[in-house]
């Protein structure tokens, strides 16, 4: 059983004040793996004093040292992607190829970040002044568990390229894969209290991370439901944020698109991390004429899908991470199926073979309509709501007809029609007949999907003040 009980605060691996402990589950078994121990308000102080004190020196390094120190964090990080692929697998139940793509990318996250260093202006002109682009200050990194390298990296990246310091809370329940990206990160050797990082509670430490005034910024990925409470937190002290939030992403077929690559592309995009990602497109909407085409290639491209160990290599669905999710999601299915939704494939059953572990059956409902909860709510499980539209104006009003707008999907063989439909998704992504992500365009969320943008130069700004000169 692995025991963590260290936090790091100004570049050393330290004790917490906090007593506090939580058990790590394997989510396949549920069993416990482990336990680590959570800090608190008075070890939080702790890290933001070490941050503060190390941003007067740090963010006066130049685009140089810090394209080096980012450089030094890739090549820390490469070197335990087995550790982190294996620790990815047992925590929280990612399949073995998505653990080993999404650690990849938390990797590559600070390569990128390099990159955009190159040709970003710290100095520009605006009119007759000259406008220069200064580092916030210490920045406050709340990170969810179901990509936890991922999101460290990512963001510590965007700080550290724009001359910010940083305390990062990740989520407890991930703390075995954290304590591994601690222990590369502290191998690239950056100055003390550049980076602290503290276990804990989102009511313990990322209150007190959100409400400290000496954090300049805060950047959250997690439910919208959160946000908004950092949001109202960070208020009083006029922090800057960058909340990254739920989704209902709608993903539209057109009837021109070809049926036997867009229906398995649309699982394959509702299904990703089992079902547990703010991106997933969760609502598929097609052609109301060929619906009964639709459901023959649905309940093919299902049956493909491979629900089990995510330690084998073919799995394509693991468990749920938690029980507590795994609770969520049944009874979300049971509630679709009393509204009136019909059950395509899937079901509250567990798989057979599979009960020990929070695995949850692919679903699909069809006769979906707007009023059913199914097709409103997040339900961050492999649950796939069918919905049917009858022109292209219906269903570009049915993709908006959600609280949401973090990402879109479209899928059509007439490529300018597709961008005239992107332009009317209210959406701060939208991917046309592809899966791909791109780690230098911006990404976030329009309406109660988020504030701001990650990734690229529009995510470094999100890092900088701009300050002008006027002689």
């Known amino acids: 059983m692995k025991i963590i009980d260290q936090i790091y605060i100004n570049g050393d691996f330290v004790t917490p004040h906090g007593a506090t402990t939580f058990d790590l589950i394997n989510p396949t078994t549920n069993q416990q793996i482990g336990r680590v121990t959570l800090g608190d308000e008075t070890d939080v102080n702790r890290a933001i004093a070490a941050a503060k004190a190390a941003f007067t020196t740090f963010s006066k390094t130049t685009v140089q040292q810090r394209s080096n120190y980012l450089q030094r964090l890739h090549d820390a990080m490469i070197k335990r992607l087995p550790d982190l692929v294996e620790a990815s697998v047992i925590e929280y139940g990612a399949p073995r190829q998505r653990a080993l793509a999404s650690n990849q990318l938390a990797a590559d996250s600070f390569l990128h970040y390099k990159k955009v260093l190159e040709d970003f202006s710290f100095t520009r002109k605006a009119g007759t002044s000259e406008v220069v682009m200064e580092p916030l200050g210490v920045v406050g990194i709340i990170t969810p568990w179901n990509a936890n390298a991922s999101y460290i990296c990512n963001k510590l990246a965007t700080a550290i390229a724009a001359g910010c310091s940083a305390v990062i809370k990740p989520s407890e329940m991930s703390a075995i894969q954290t304590q591994i990206v601690t222990e590369a990160l502290h191998e690239a050797q950056l100055p003390p209290g550049v980076f602290n990082i503290v276990n804990g509670p989102g009511n313990v430490v990322g209150s007190a991370i959100t409400l400290h005034p000496d954090i300049a910024k805060i950047s959250f990925t997690g439910s919208t439901a959160v946000g ?184 059509s063989s007439n490529e300018k029609k597709a961008r005239e439909i992107a332009g009317k998704i209210i959406a701060g992504r939208v991917l046309i007949n592809t899966l791909n992500h791109d780690p230098l365009a911006p990404f976030g969320g329009f309406k109660q999907s988020g504030i701001g943008r990650e990734f690229g130069a529009y995510g470094l700004e999100e890092y900088l003040e701009p300050k002008t000169i006027i002689l």
């Not at 950092?230 to 922090?239: E, S």
């Not at 609770?327 to 509250?348: K, P």
């Open 228 to 411: 908004k409470m950092i949001a109202r937190g960070a208020a009083d002290t006029m922090k800057r944020v960058t909340l990254e939030l739920g989704g209902k992403s709608a993903n539209i077929i057109l009837d021109d698109a070809d049926f036997h690559t867009a229906i398995p592309m649309a699982v394959a995009a509702c299904f990703m991390n089992n079902g547990q990602a703010c991106i997933a497109g969760t609502r598929l909407l097609v052609p109301e004429a060929r619906l009964e085409e639709v459901k023959a290639l649905l309940k093919t491209a299902v049956a493909n899908v491979k629900t089990g160990d995510p330690m084998n290599e073919t799995t394509t669905i693991g468990p749920l991470v938690s029980r507590k999710q795994y609770d969520r999601v049944q009874q979300y299915i049971q509630l679709g199926i009393d509204q009136g939704a019909e059950l395509l494939t899937g079901g509250v059953e567990q798989p057979a073979g599979l009960e020990a572990g929070n695995f949850v059956q692919p679903t699909v409902f069809t006769g979906v309509t707007r009023d059913m909860r199914i097709a409103s709510e997040e339900i961050f499980g492999p649950v796939m709501s069918v919905m049917t539209y009858k022109t292209t104006e219906e269903a570009i009003d049915i993709a908006n007809d959600t609280v949401y707008g973090l990402m879109a999907y479209i899928s």
